[in-house]
């Protein structure tokens, strides 16, 4: 299925509100609750829209940003650290440092904690953090 204006228009809304009813998609754009249901399935079903999700807060009020180089492989260090599962994004990268680790924690103590146990890794040679203070 080719996407057109009104796809865009209504996969735009979703991505706002992915709770947004039809009638309501419908009403914003002067069309019928069938036909944007129709839409709304075409792109399902052609795998233009693969699920429909909400983003859950998690209470955290603090991120950081870990650079970490490895002592050895890269890919090794980086299955290591995904293995603690206290990352919220984690790359291998290119350039002085072979990965970038974001954290998000409740305080600065809790953020400490969580680059320490990174730290402690056999895998890491050395890591520089940086504390966001506030989001934009």
Excluded: P
């Amino acid at each position: 299925m080719k996407s057109d204006a009104v796809d865009k228009r209504i996969l735009e809304m979703l991505k706002q509100d992915s709770r947004m009813t039809n009638v309501a998609i419908a009403k914003s754009l002067g069309m019928t609750e069938g036909a944007v249901r129709w839409r709304i399935r075409k792109m399902v079903d052609t795998g233009l829209v693969k699920r429909f999700t909400i983003d859950v807060g998690s209470g955290a009020s603090m991120f950081a940003v870990i650079m970490v180089k490895a002592k050895g492989e890269t890919k090794r260090m980086m299955s290591s650290i995904a293995d603690l599962k206290i990352h919220k994004e984690a790359y291998e990268i290119s350039g002085e440092f072979d990965g970038c680790v974001i954290i998000e924690g409740s305080s600065v103590e809790d953020l400490g904690d969580r680059v320490d146990r990174i730290r402690k890794l056999d895998e890491v040679s050395g890591t520089r953090t940086f504390i966001s203070f506030k989001q934009w």
